[in-house]
């Protein structure tokens, strides 16, 4: 358990640390982190927050996330979109479905996370499937 614990821990800072680079700062922003929990604000209109939540069980068990925009919201068990087996892919879903609906290119610095990922999300979705959630 305490094994999970320190992974879950260094997962979240790793993640902390790249919204808070310059490519994702103008657009998300660190908010919380406990043991099993992370939060992350949307600055862009029409704002909002993403949450990753994990288990004493982490990896085991996979972590869920929650992106809410303006009054809309979608999670991990949104239709099409593929398990995130880690919470770093947690982030990657919520940080995609983000930058998609503003039509931002993805930075290198959340692609490195977990490139194979990400080019699987860009395998599932077009170009223009999440721009309704930001209007």
Same mark, same amino acid.
């Given at each position: ?7 879950? /821990?260094?997962? $979240?800072?790793?993640? #902390?640390?790249? =919204? ?6 103008? %657009? ?45 919201? /979608?999670?991990? $068990?949104?239709?099409? #979109?593929?398990? =995130? ?6 982030? %990657? ?43």
């Amino acid at each position: 358990m305490i094994m999970a614990n320190n992974e879950i /821990m260094k997962e $979240t800072e790793r993640l #902390f640390n790249c =919204a808070k680079r310059l490519e994702l700062r103008q %657009i998300i922003e660190p908010l919380n982190c406990t043991q099993y929990y992370s939060s992350f604000r949307v600055l862009r209109d029409p704002g909002g927050q993403f949450v990753i939540l994990s288990t004493p069980d982490y990896p085991l068990v996979k972590p869920g996330w929650i992106l809410t925009l303006g009054d809309k919201q /979608m999670a991990d $068990t949104a239709e099409r #979109f593929p398990e =995130a087996f880690t919470i770093t892919q947690a982030f %990657i879903c919520c940080v995609y479905v983000i930058l998609k609906g503003l039509q931002v290119e993805m930075p290198s610095v959340v692609i490195e996370l977990d490139q194979p990922f990400k080019e699987h999300l860009d395998s599932i979705f077009s170009e223009d499937t999440f721009e309704s959630l930001f209007s």
